[in-house]
């Protein structure tokens, strides 16, 4: 059964930063790409960063490059998102997911597993 759960969400200030991590029970954990999503309320989730099976390519939204980062220790079946100079408007529910390959992809469909999110809070 496959499992990821998010953690280091929380409430931030404008110009702050956040680590989010996302700790997978996944015995081929290497062997996939994996992502995240954010979902603000009354909006539809969306793309943020993705990750490639062995971290060799990172691909982000426009409006958090520059600003964050993707990464994951396949030692420790974890990936992580880095978030600089945050935002009000990067408030949202942060949810990491498996990709159905070991390739990138932005679309939701491009991941099979999803964790139970994070909040992340920006206050002006």
């Known amino acids: 059964q496959v499992q990821l759960v998010e953690s280091g969400g929380g409430l931030v200030q404008a110009g702050g930063s956040l680590r989010l991590s996302c700790a997978a029970s996944?015995?081929?954990?290497?062997?996939?790409?994996m992502g995240w999503f954010r979902q603000a309320p009354g909006k539809e989730r969306e793309f943020v960063a993705t990750?490639?099976?062995?971290?060799?390519?990172?691909y982000y939204t426009d409006s958090v490059k520059g600003r964050f980062a993707i990464s994951r220790d396949n030692a420790k079946n974890t990936v992580y998102l880095q978030m600089n100079s945050l935002k009000p408007e990067d408030t949202a529910v942060y949810y990491c997911?498996?990709?159905?390959?070991?390739?990138?992809?932005?679309?939701?469909?491009?991941?099979?597993?999803w964790g139970q999110g994070a909040q992340v809070t920006v206050s002006s």
């Open positions: 997911a498996r990709g159905n390959t070991y390739s990138t992809g932005s679309r939701l469909t491009d991941y099979a597993y």
């Open positions: 996944i015995p081929t954990f290497s062997s996939y790409a």
């Open positions: 990750i490639s099976w062995n971290g060799g390519s990172a």
